[in-house]
Structure formats: structure tokens, C-alpha cells
């Protein structure tokens, strides 16, 4: 089976700006949940996705949205991107029980500037 | 109270030796635990996973889980260079929602 996809890979943007991320899951897996990584704050969830609807939220701002389509590829979108925005950003796809392992894709790397 | 703490690293152990890293959590309704290791600039990887209380091997890994005491734990016995990562811990608090703790950084001497 193919992993988890990401696209893209590396990402510069400037402040104020938008950004559009995407995460194909590993067939089959109709859970895709979003992870924001930093130094200084580690691994934390942003939202899961599951058969089309949020299912649950991290804290994070408004400003941080994601969708998820019929085939459970889904996106992640950043709007009014700030600096504080700057981290590795990772996909994780399961079958969506708690008990379910989540694979994780190779991650975004987004720069604010 | 973090969600989900992890023992400061970094940790350095000789080759050969075993490694034991710890993990204690707050969501008393936690059912499922995780270790990932994740190599400089790499993604997560799944190492184990435990659900129940007791011991759980896995080549050269142990995965402990005692419910009561809200505590994970993951041994590497006979260490390698190999290993040298950093270990994070995971715990399942609903569906897909994962809280990580922040990571224990090993290293692994020849």
C-alpha cells in the first residue's frame, strides 16, 4: 500500500498571506488528522477529519480551517499567515477507532517570512 | 498539568545497554498509547502501541502500560547508534486526536 502523501514539501510564504496544504491517506483510512510541529511546542493537533466532517479541534485560531473530500484526501488551509505560523506541518491517516494506529505523511515545511 | 509528560532528555546510554524512556498522562479515559520515534527531520514512525495493562515486547522493544498509575513506559534493550532519536509518546484521547508529549531525546554511544 502506498503512505501517506503530502504536497507540497516546502513552503515560503509572507505574512498575511494564505496557504493551502494537502494530505492524501493511505487507502482504505477515512481518518486524516493535522499536526503542527515547533520547536518550542512540539507535536500539537490541529483537527481530525472523518468521512467528510470535523470530528474533533485542537486550540488553535479560526484562522487554522481544513475539508475533507469523498475520497478522504483533505487540506489544510492557514489564512492571514503569521510568522508564529513558521513549523512542520503533518498529515496522519487511520481507520478513524481510537485504537487505530495513525501513519504519518513526510510533512509541509512552511516558512512565514 | 501537560496532557501527556514525557522525562527530560536527552538521554544517553553505551551500545548494548537499555534505554527506558517514561511517559505519565492526565485522561484517565485514555485507551490507547503510542510510542513514535522521529529521526531529525523526518515524520513520526510508529515503534508500539499498548492498550492494555502489562507488558508488551516487540523485538527489542517493551512497552509497559499501568492504567492506575496513568504511566507508559518503552524500554529498547541492547541499544544501537541506530536508535539514537527522538522518542515521543502518544495517547489516543478521542478518534483521531493524538496528544503528544514533548519527546525524550536519545542518544546512543559506540
Known amino acids: 500500500k502506498a503512505g501517506v502523501t503530502q504536497t507540497p514539501r516546502y513552503l515560503i510564504k509572507t505574512r498575511g498571506q494564505q496557504v493551502t496544504l494537502s494530505c492524501s491517506p493511505i487507502?482504505?483510512?477515512?481518518?486524516v488528522s493535522w499536526y503542527q510541529q515547533t520547536p518550542g511546542q512540539g507535536l500539537q493537533f490541529l483537527f481530525e477529519y472523518f468521512s467528510e466532517t470535523q470530528r474533533n479541534k485542537g486550540n488553535f485560531p479560526g484562522r487554522f480551517s481544513g475539508r475533507q473530500f469523498s475520497n478522504s484526501r483533505s487540506e489544510m488551509n492557514v489564512s492571514t499567515l503569521e510568522l508564529g505560523d513558521s513549523a512542520l506541518y503533518l498529515c496522519?491517516?487511520?481507520?478513524?477507532?481510537?485504537?487505530?494506529?495513525?501513519?504519518f505523511g513526510p510533512g509541509t515545511r512552511l516558512t512565514v517570512l | 498539568q501537560k496532557e501527556v509528560e514525557q522525562n527530560s532528555g536527552p538521554l544517553s546510554v553505551p551500545e548494548g545497554a537499555i534505554a527506558s524512556l517514561n511517559c505519565t498522562y492526565s485522561d484517565r479515559g485514555s485507551q490507547s498509547f503510542f510510542w513514535y520515534r522521529q529521526y531529525s527531520g523526518k515524520s513520526p514512525e510508529l515503534i508500539m502501541f499498548i492498550y492494555s495493562n502489562g507488558d508488551k515486547e516487540d523485538g527489542r522493544f517493551t512497552a509497559q502500560l499501568n492504567k492506575a498509575s496513568q504511566y507508559v513506559s518503552l524500554l529498547i534493550r541492547d541499544s544501537q547508534p541506530s536508535d539514537s532519536a527522538t522518542y515521543l509518546c502518544a495517547v489516543n484521547v478521542a478518534g483521531g486526536k493524538l496528544i503528544f508529549g514533548q519527546g525524550t531525546e536519545l542518544s546512543v554511544k559506540p
Open positions: 496522519a491517516s487511520s481507520g478513524g477507532k481510537p485504537t487505530d494506529t495513525q501513519y
Open positions: 487507502s482504505g483510512h477515512r481518518s
